[in-house]
């Protein structure tokens, strides 16, 4: 799956919205992020972003070719195959979002390297390189620009939640925004008419008992980041917070959308619909509780947020529980079980309560 477990969370009870309104600003779209290693699991997700969304991220979250994008050599099959199936089974008419991540899944580096394997460790000397060096920017605006020519997506985010560097790593940050600033400004210079930005967690600007982070820290490192970026697009798991799966504060998305004025896009998001427990240290669990109805809620919820905001698109992270995929892998309990329900099908392929919200929106035409 992707992803660090950053326990920052949330989730609070508001009054239902009055009734949507017959139009909507937002692509609501999902990543084909599979329930099983199968090719059923696989066509499965796309058959459904087909059916239930208008747009598609393509998430990047598993390591750069370093070595090949410095040199403009060809890259690994294994790249250049997986690249090839997702743009082939890309839904005719829905808009493509890309993302990618030159910092690693765990948010504290240089992101690994992609070759014949995904996520292997750096090899010498990327294992000793800094953002700012000059291998990397070359190296990673290669890798950019080989993708964009490939995907040609309508939105690409370049820097998949960059503010959670800061957070793990404060002595990384000055290094790493050198290297942003880079790559954002060659790419607006390349691709002058693509929308080009960088995705952060919102859970770690929100004050109070959110994360228990700085958040008024966290918000200048975002708006470093906002500087050299097209719109403000957030990742967002209300649950993976100190709220554990209790109702989050009601003033959540005004409070992070005043951060901003920038076009705003939910990235990435979702909501767990069952109660888990993670192991946030060794021999350490939190349980997170939640069920379906806090999950319908959430959707609900951030479309009525976004409606009213005028969002540009929302991606709900996965389709379907990934159940079996998580048994496949030996049932972990560390990061990997977090989204694990937090899809709008169940782990049998049945919908739940937030798929009607969600349909329900997606029924809407969009606005001109």
Avoid at 77 to 103: A, C, E, F, Q
Wanted: glycine residues 4%.
């Amino acid at each position: 799956m992707k992803r660090l477990l950053y326990i920052s969370l949330i989730v609070f009870s508001c009054t239902r919205p009055e009734p949507a309104p017959a139009s909507r600003s937002f692509y609501l779209g999902f990543t084909p992020f599979p329930y099983e290693a199968t090719l059923e699991a696989v066509e499965f997700s796309y058959q459904k972003i087909g059916q239930d969304g208008d747009i598609i991220n393509h998430h990047f979250d598993n390591g750069v070719p370093w070595v090949e994008a410095e040199t403009n050599s060809p890259f690994h099959s294994n790249v250049m195959n997986d690249w090839s199936y997702r743009k082939t089974n890309t839904p005719t008419g829905h808009k493509t979002y890309l993302s990618v991540g030159s910092i690693n899944i765990l948010r504290n580096g240089l992101a690994n390297y992609r070759a014949e394997e995904d996520d292997m460790p750096l090899p010498a000397p990327w294992n000793t390189y800094k953002f700012s060096d000059q291998p990397v920017k070359a190296a990673y605006l290669n890798y950019c620009k080989r993708i964009v020519d490939f995907f040609k997506p309508d939105y690409f985010n370049m820097a998949i939640e960059a503010n959670l560097l800061y957070f793990n790593r404060p002595d990384l940050w000055n290094d790493y925004l050198l290297f942003h600033e880079y790559i954002f400004t060659q790419l607006k210079t390349a691709y002058p008419s693509l929308t080009i930005f960088s995705s952060v967690t919102g859970a770690h600007m929100l004050s109070g008992a959110f994360t228990g982070s700085d958040h008024l820290k966290q918000r200048e490192a975002v708006t470093q980041v906002l500087a050299f970026s097209d719109i403000y697009a957030l990742s967002l798991y209300p649950y993976l917070s100190n709220y554990l799966g209790n109702p989050y504060p009601s003033e959540m998305f005004n409070e992070l959308f005043s951060i901003s004025d920038k076009p705003l896009a939910f990235a990435e998001t979702g909501y767990t619909a069952e109660t888990f427990s993670i192991e946030v240290q060794p021999g350490t669990f939190v349980t997170i509780s939640s069920n379906a109805d806090k999950q319908e809620k959430y959707i609900r919820d951030v479309l009525e947020a976004c409606t009213e905001r005028n969002a540009l698109f929302v991606i709900n992270f996965v389709i379907r529980d990934y159940d079996q995929l998580w048994k496949a892998i030996g049932s972990p309990t560390d990061f990997v079980i977090a989204w694990k329900d937090t899809g709008l099908y169940d782990e049998k392929g049945t919908t739940r309560n937030a798929y009607d919200v969600w349909k329900s929106y997606l029924a809407k035409p969009l606005k001109n």
